[in-house]
């Protein structure tokens, strides 16, 4: 069984209502559908009933017994704008602009999460990657005990010789650009976590970077170098090593050589690249050239937001509300 399929089939056993601020965008209203009939998701769409309903007409899409919200109609709107005003008084939000910004399906819907009026949202075929997380820093903010929010891809890789039958976990690729040596052990840890609660696996993590165990000085390998030390202080349970290369940490005979002793070199499952732009390229090198299949998750966050490219198929969409009503089944 896939990593998609063991997520489906976790989704269908704690069924989560999934909120869909982008309601009327096309892809988004047959992926609802979708995960009505797989019994995927309770989905919520998000905006104007008459553009949804067009929408779901133009593309032929059933959205019986679907809900459909239209936040500047709602009645929760005004006890919204309240908890929008108190979270955000002192960065300036008065209570006109939370009155305003309550009506924005993006902002409705992350304060439906944060009342825990649904338990989790996709967002993201329309919007950008930061339109989408500043509301979800703001609303949703971090998980008590973990500094930051970021991000997990799990790929799915040809190669099933590597990570876990071919699964790993890349981060940070979406979120945070420049991590400091602290921000990065707490990335390494929240990857570890998602490892395990939405892969069943048991993580590996490599600290990755041009240098392999001090064979390269550089003030950029001692930021990793220092973040594997604070990992380990943070999670000394965890198997973790670093800083190394990328070969050291997926390739067994160049793991003995570069790192003999270690019990993450050759076979590492999670790998933590120094910073978004070295995760970024990483992620869509293995994806164009590689082939492998990638989803990604943000960790970090109270209750669970995703956010999804704006290529995104309708599958996407359905995966992602999938992977995010698992994260909200603990
Ligand atoms: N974790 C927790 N809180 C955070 C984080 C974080 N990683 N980053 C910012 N915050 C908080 C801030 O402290 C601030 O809180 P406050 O307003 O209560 O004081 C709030 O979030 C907003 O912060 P800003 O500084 O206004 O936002 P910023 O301009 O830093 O933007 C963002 C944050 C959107 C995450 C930014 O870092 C970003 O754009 N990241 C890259 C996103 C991106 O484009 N990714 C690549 C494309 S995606 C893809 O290819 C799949």
Redesign the pocket.
């Known amino acids: 069984m896939d990593v998609i399929e063991r997520i489906w089939e976790k989704a269908r056993q704690n069924k989560k209502r999934i909120v869909l601020p982008e309601g009327d965008e096309p892809r988004t209203v047959q992926a609802a559908a979708i995960l009505r009939d797989e019994g995927l998701a309770d989905p919520v769409l998000l905006g104007s009933e008459d553009r949804i309903r067009a929408s779901a007409e133009r593309t032929g899409t059933d959205i019986s017994g679907i809900a459909v919200l239209d936040p500047a109609r709602s009645p929760e709107r005004s006890g919204y704008a309240e908890a929008l005003y108190e979270l955000?008084k002192a960065?300036g939000m008065t209570p006109e602009d939370a009155e305003a910004l309550s009506a924005d399906p993006m902002y409705y819907g992350m304060l439906m999460v944060r009342q825990e009026d649904a338990d989790g949202l996709v967002s993201g075929a329309v919007h950008?990657?930061?339109?989408m997380?500043?509301p979800a820093?703001?609303i949703i903010?971090?998980k008590p005990g973990v500094?930051?929010?970021?991000?997990s891809?799990l790929v799915n890789c040809q190669r099933r010789d590597l990570g876990q039958d071919g699964l790993m976990v890349f981060a940070d690729?979406?979120?945070?650009?420049c991590p400091t040596a602290e921000?990065l052990a707490q990335i390494a840890v929240s990857s570890a976590d998602t490892a395990r609660t939405l892969c069943g696996m048991e993580p590996r993590v490599a600290m990755l970077s041009f240098s392999t165990k001090g064979s390269a000085r550089h003030p950029l390998a001692d930021k990793v170098r220092l973040a594997g030390e604070i990992a380990r202080k943070m999670a000394p349970e965890l198997k973790l090593d670093g800083e190394m290369q990328l070969d050291t940490a997926l390739v067994k005979e160049v793991g003995m050589l570069k790192a003999p002793g270690s019990d993450v070199a050759g076979r590492a499952n999670v790998l933590i690249f120094p910073d978004?732009q070295s995760g970024?390229i990483g992620?869509?090198l293995v994806q164009r050239i590689g082939g492998a299949e990638c989803f990604?998750v943000l960790q970090?966050l109270a209750r669970p937001c995703n956010?999804l490219?704006r290529g995104c198929s309708v599958s996407d969409i359905v995966n992602t509300a999938a992977l995010t009503a698992v994260q909200a089944g603990g």
Request: some cysteine.
């Open positions: 955000r960065k950008t990657t930061g339109d997380l500043r820093l703001q903010k971090t500094s930051i929010v970021s991000s891809f690729c979406v979120v945070v650009p921000e978004l970024n992620y869509k990604a970090g956010d490219s």
